[in-house]
């Protein structure tokens, strides 16, 4: 009885609607089942984004390490022997954009921002990592660490890192853990915002995460010292603009964190 009840309803709809659900079906199922068409679609949104956003130029590793407390002055001796020596090596493809310690936020925390020359710089330099005397100097900091990980990410287009220098004070690392899909929104609003904060600070670097926790995007930006970056900031509210990039980003944004930085000896920005 239901069967027939069934034929007679496709019968009465339209040809147009039957045809809408069916592929609506097959969309449904293609997102369940992870089809090669769906899995490809993705990939290429990725990349389309990417495009957009992206400088594209270089690959930055965000590496993270935490440090057991009652360990950290040899680990920053171990830290300074190990990047210093990768950032020397001209047969790898990676500079070191800096190193820094936490001093408020999760402490015990330190940042590490390596530049590949993109994916294959990245390869590269890895293999050869783990097949030279670096990957000893590597595994001397593992007995200091209780937790590390890292990140993949791609400069915004118009947010180039810094090159080294030297201008002393303090850095503040600001991560927004994004709503999935809103990567564009945050772009278009940070490249009108940005260049009315630039009459006060200039940004040090933005990268958006591809490899590692995704949907995540990270600024940093230099101050003489924290009364600074207070003063900075209330200047900003009275520029024309400012107030609608803060609204977007919490828009956009689910969660925020602002760590501030100081640089260790060995960091080519400081």
């Known amino acids: 009885m239901l069967s027939r009840l069934g034929a007679q309803a496709l019968k009465q709809t339209p040809r147009a609607v039957?045809?809408?659900?069916?592929?609506?079906?097959?969309?449904?199922?293609?997102?369940?089942?992870g089809s090669p068409e769906a899995k490809q679609e993705g990939d290429v949104s990725i990349q389309q984004h990417s495009r957009v956003v992206a400088r594209g130029k270089y690959v930055h590793g965000i590496e993270v390490h935490?440090?057991?407390?009652?360990?950290?002055?040899?680990?920053?001796?171990?830290?300074?022997?190990?990047?210093?020596?990768?950032?020397?090596?001209p047969e790898l493809h990676v500079k070191l954009t800096g190193s820094w310690e936490a001093v408020v936020g999760e402490q015990d925390?330190?940042?590490?921002?390596?530049?590949?020359?993109?994916?294959?710089?990245?390869d590269k330099t890895t293999q050869k990592i783990r097949s030279s005397e670096h990957i000893n100097?590597?595994?001397k900091l593992i007995p200091y660490l209780t937790s590390r990980s890292q990140q993949l990410c791609q400069e915004f287009a118009f947010f180039p890192t810094t090159p080294p220098r030297t201008e002393g004070g303090?850095?503040?690392?600001?991560?927004?853990?994004?709503?999935?899909?809103?990567?564009?929104?945050?772009?278009?609003?940070?490249?009108?915002?940005?260049?009315?904060?630039?009459?006060?600070?200039?940004?040090?670097?933005?990268?958006?995460?591809?490899?590692?926790?995704?949907?995540q995007v990270h600024h940093l930006w230099q101050y003489p010292d924290l009364q600074t970056r207070k003063e900075t900031r209330e200047k900003a509210w009275a520029l024309d603009g400012w107030s609608e990039?803060?609204?977007?980003?919490?828009?956009?944004?689910?969660?925020?964190d602002s760590i501030i930085l100081e640089p260790l000896p060995f960091s080519p920005l400081k």
């Open 18 to 33: 039957v045809q809408a659900q069916v592929k609506r079906a097959i969309s449904v199922q293609s997102i369940l089942h």
């Open 109 to 122: 925390v330190f940042f590490h921002i390596l530049e590949y020359e993109n994916y294959g710089g990245y």
């Open 137 to 139: 100097t590597y595994n």
């Open 66 to 89: 935490k440090v057991k407390p009652d360990a950290v002055p040899d680990y920053k001796k171990a830290a300074e022997a190990y990047y210093t020596a990768i950032k020397a090596d």
């Open 245 to 256: 990039t803060v609204t977007k980003t919490a828009e956009y944004s689910m969660l925020m």
């Open 170 to 215: 303090v850095f503040e690392l600001r991560t927004y853990q994004l709503h999935p899909g809103t990567l564009l929104q945050w772009e278009h609003a940070w490249r009108r915002g940005i260049e009315a904060r630039r009459k006060f600070v200039e940004p040090v670097g933005a990268w958006f995460s591809q490899v590692g926790r995704l949907h």
